[in-house]
């Protein structure tokens, strides 16, 4: 969706039209979950929910383009998640185990959709291995694609910072052992491109 479509919708949904809020979900929650997956890891999808929560709560006191939209949402993805990473820290939960009813409700397609996935979780799990400052500025400027500027507000950083961790975040992961080891697999080409013909 480009900013002149989500103009319309976010402005709809300000008004209160429940459908043009499902339709901003839509096109923002697979960013929102990405960068969430890097922040708090398993929480992702619950810390989203409370995101999307309060943002549709708040939304009516919202006034500005789809840019502000953005930086208001992830500003809240990662409020909510540094709320996240304090409750964990005053009380650590015990990973369950699956019982038989839990593992009936797993999908017989799983497998195929981990297979789809493991691209994504793979780079999300190498970027998550970055500093918390790199791996939050890669994710927003790199993932849900703000800019330089978006980006340090929703941090709370300066520009010159954003670009600095940045820098240091994607020449970290230009180095990182997986990613030269994928990059020497697949012939020194990026992995994600397929061969050319014949080849």
């Given at each position: ?29 697979p960013a ?62 015990e990973p ?76 970290r992961l ?26």
């Open positions: 969706m480009d900013d002149e479509e989500l103009a319309s919708v976010l402005s709809a949904a300000v008004l209160g039209d429940s459908g043009a809020f499902a339709e901003l979900w839509t096109a923002l929650q929102v979950l990405r960068y969430l997956r890097v922040i708090v890891g398993e929480a992702a999808e619950d810390v989203a929910s409370e995101t999307w929560l309060q943002a549709a709560r708040d939304l009516r006191g919202f006034s500005g383009p789809p840019r502000v939209f953005r930086v208001w949402l992830f500003t809240i993805a990662r409020n909510r998640g540094i709320d996240e990473r304090r409750r964990v820290g005053r009380r650590p939960e369950r185990e699956l019982d038989d009813r839990g593992l009936a409700r797993i999908e017989p397609d799983a497998a195929h959709e981990l297979i789809q996935k493991a691209d994504t979780e793979w780079a999300l799990r190498v970027i998550a291995s970055l500093s918390k400052d790199q791996a939050e500025v890669v994710m927003l400027r790199v993932v849900a694609g703000l800019d330089v500027a978006q980006t340090g507000q929703v941090l709370g950083k300066r520009p010159g910072a954003v670009r600095i961790a940045a820098m240091r975040g994607l020449r230009a180095v990182h052992p997986e990613v030269q080891a994928r990059r020497s697999a697949a012939g020194g080409r990026d992995p994600n491109t397929p061969p050319a013909e014949g080849v």
